[in-house]
């Protein structure tokens, strides 16, 4: 008897914002309407998964860069360093 070996696959989210199967598993995880990104263990993100909030909302990065591709911008609450640059970065152009 042959034994098949299926392998995973994980929904991503990829630059362009389209969703791909991928065998690599998300690093980051993000909010498709409000265009957060953030750690898998993020507090806030899973405080709103157990209120049953977020689910289907929800997309799965490869990195950083790609979601930053994607439009989406750092969670304030897990990234916090990231977030306070995209801010300042954000205030800067505005003030152009």
């Known amino acids: 008897m042959e034994e098949i070996n299926e392998v995973k696959k994980y929904?991503?989210?990829?630059?362009?914002g389209n969703?791909?199967?991928s065998e690599e598993k998300g690093t980051l995880g993000g909010h498709r309407k409000l265009k957060i990104y953030g750690r898998l263990d993020c507090p806030s993100a899973l405080r709103h998964i157990d209120k049953g909030?977020?689910?289907?909302?929800?997309?799965?990065?490869?990195?950083?860069e790609t979601a930053i591709a994607a439009g989406y911008r750092p969670c304030g609450i897990c990234m916090k360093q990231a977030?306070?640059?995209?801010?300042?970065?954000?205030e800067g152009k505005s003030n152009d």
């Open 19 to 21: 969703e791909y199967l």
């Open 53 to 64: 909030h977020y689910v289907q909302h929800r997309v799965f990065f490869k990195d950083e």
């Open 11 to 16: 929904k991503l989210m990829g630059p362009d």
């Open 83 to 90: 977030y306070k640059k995209w801010k300042s970065e954000k």
